[in-house]
């Protein structure tokens, strides 16, 4: 399997050399280079990630966990391998604190079904804010569908600010649960999570954060966060689609009640009864993505060696140059301006729709998302049925940024 080569969290960030890593971005769109500007949705993948799922398939694939041959043992190693380092990633105390899924939508399922299902009832409270994804939103209104649990938002202001004072007050003797975004993806918006955390534990209640797009553009410490699950995505990570993670504290896991019911994750099965494996096996249940975990550990491996503080300075700088460049064009607006923010920009353009300056985009070779960004109360919080998003990883330039803003400039004459 190949390796990159360490570099130090000082070594000056080369966005030049980082960006020939990843093969698909020399690809041409209509003849035209692509500039690719939806990481939030999805990130690129280096050649190391590529080269480690196919080396998996190529060299060592067999299921795992039940195998006593060669090649099962080499892919259990190296399936438990990259949970442990996903357990140093974000600093868990123990890898039996981290549970694989599918991405930020099942583990986030997951904890609605599994502790939401065991611990809550009828007239507890859960705290979300008008941020959320729908994948943080939906699960808890299943949730309130069978057992009656209520629903709190916390607001946000005309900037996209996160309103702690405001959330402040929505905790209540019945507050059993908090989830909140660590990181808008349709705004770019970061919240006080620290402060959000202290303040719920403060009340006896529980937290957790949808790390989607937060675990990709900074450093995450879960332990010194002190946060009680914790849920991201492999796809955003640079990593392969269909393998997430799930943390949390080992003394919650423990307690509660399995997701899924199946193969590996039990003791032992009678038809009278079965005894459940130990965390974090039983929250695994059949076959997992054996070549997602080997893309995961390498995509870890990779933004490692640049180092997360240089990949959130770089996007901060982008952030920044974008911002200033969009404000430039004549009637275009930019929602959510929060004073905390990721790489993403969101933006209307005054009498065109979201859709059809996507469509002029794209024929000039680049990428945005457009729409409602899965965050339709998000949307309805501004009054607005979508927007135009350009988000930002390792990989992107300045003069991505500048391709997109000519290439606005040249809507902006079309419909004036």
Same mark, same amino acid.
């Given at each position: 399997?190949?390796?990159?080569?360490?570099?130090?969290?000082?070594?000056?960030?080369?966005?030049?050399?980082?960006?020939?890593?990843?093969?698909?971005?020399?690809?041409q769109v209509y003849d035209k280079p692509l500039v690719f500007l939806d990481s939030a949705a999805s990130a690129q993948k280096p050649q190391s990630v590529i080269d480690a799922v196919s080396y998996c398939y190529e060299h060592e694939y067999a299921n795992i966990h039940r195998g006593v041959?060669?090649?099962?043992?080499?892919?259990?190693e190296a399936y438990e391998q990259a949970r442990v380092k996903v357990q140093g990633f974000i600093n868990a105390a123990s890898e039996r604190e981290i549970v694989f899924t599918k991405g930020t939508t099942e583990a986030i399922n997951l904890v609605a079904s599994s502790y939401g299902g065991?611990?809550?009832?009828?007239?507890?409270?859960?705290?979300?804010?008008?941020?959320?994804?729908?994948?943080?939103?939906?699960?808890?209104?299943?949730?309130?569908?069978?057992?009656?649990?209520?629903?709190?938002?916390?607001?946000?202001?005309?900037?996209?600010?996160?309103?702690?004072?405001?959330?402040?007050?929505?905790?209540?003797?019945?507050?059993?649960?908090?989830?909140?975004?660590?990181?808008?993806?349709?705004?770019?918006? @970061?919240?006080? +999570?620290?402060? *959000?955390?202290?303040?719920?534990? $403060? =009340?006896?209640?529980?937290? #957790? /954060?949808?790390? !989607?797009?937060?675990?990709?553009?900074?450093?995450?410490?879960?332990?010194?966060?002190?946060?009680?699950?914790?849920?991201?995505?492999?796809?955003?990570?640079?990593?392969?689609?269909?393998?997430?993670?799930?943390?949390?504290?080992?003394?919650?896991?423990?307690?509660?009640?399995?997701?899924?019911?199946?193969?590996?994750?039990?003791?032992?099965?009678?038809?009278?009864?079965?005894?459940?494996?130990?965390?974090?096996?039983?929250?695994?249940?059949?076959?997992?993505?054996?070549?997602?975990?080997?893309?995961?550990?390498?995509? @870890?491996?990779? +933004?490692?060696? *640049?180092?997360?503080?240089?990949? $959130? =300075?770089?996007?901060?700088? #982008? /952030?920044?140059? !974008?911002?200033?460049?969009?404000?430039?064009?004549?009637?275009?607006?930019l929602i959510g301006t929060a004073d905390n923010k990721a790489g993403i920009v969101s933006f209307e353009l005054d009498g065109v729709h979201a859709h059809d300056i996507g469509t002029i985009l794209d024929r000039e070779g680049i990428a945005v998302r457009v729409g409602h960004h899965c965050?339709?109360?998000?949307?309805?919080?501004?009054?607005?049925?979508?927007?135009?998003?350009?988000?930002?990883?390792?990989?992107?330039?300045?003069?991505?940024?500048?391709?997109?803003?000519?290439?606005?400039?040249?809507?902006?004459?079309?419909?004036?």
């Open positions: 399997m190949n390796a990159i080569s360490a570099v130090s969290e000082n070594t000056a960030f080369n966005v030049a050399r980082w960006r020939a890593d990843f093969p698909l971005l020399a690809e041959y060669w090649l099962s043992q080499k892919s259990t065991s611990e809550l009832q009828a007239g507890d409270e859960i705290i979300l804010s008008h941020l959320e994804h729908h994948a943080n939103i939906v699960p808890w209104q299943l949730l309130r569908q069978r057992i009656g649990i209520e629903i709190k938002v916390a607001p946000i202001d005309e900037q996209g600010n996160f309103l702690l004072e405001e959330f402040e007050k929505l905790l209540s003797p019945r507050t059993r649960l908090v989830a909140i975004t660590h990181g808008s993806n349709a705004l770019g918006t @970061i919240p006080p +999570v620290d402060d *959000i955390i202290r303040l719920s534990h $403060a =009340r006896g209640a529980l937290v #957790l /954060l949808d790390g !989607a797009q937060a675990v990709v553009h900074g450093p995450v410490d879960v332990q010194a966060l002190d946060v009680d699950f914790y849920a991201f995505s492999g796809h955003k990570l640079y990593g392969p689609s269909g393998i997430g993670v799930l943390y949390g504290k080992a003394d919650l896991l423990k307690a509660m009640p399995p997701y899924q019911g199946g193969g590996d994750m039990i003791k032992s099965v009678t038809f009278e009864k079965t005894e459940f494996a130990d965390i974090p096996g039983r929250f695994e249940a059949g076959t997992p993505h054996i070549a997602g975990a080997y893309g995961l550990s390498a995509a @870890i491996d990779y +933004v490692s060696a *640049i180092g997360m503080s240089n990949i $959130a =300075r770089h996007e901060q700088e #982008l /952030l920044s140059y !974008a911002t200033a460049r969009l404000q430039e064009i004549n009637s275009l607006r965050a339709q109360p998000l949307m309805e919080r501004f009054n607005i049925t979508g927007t135009v998003r350009a988000s930002f990883g390792l990989y992107n330039n300045k003069a991505d940024i500048d391709a997109l803003v000519a290439a606005l400039g040249a809507v902006r004459e079309i419909f004036d």
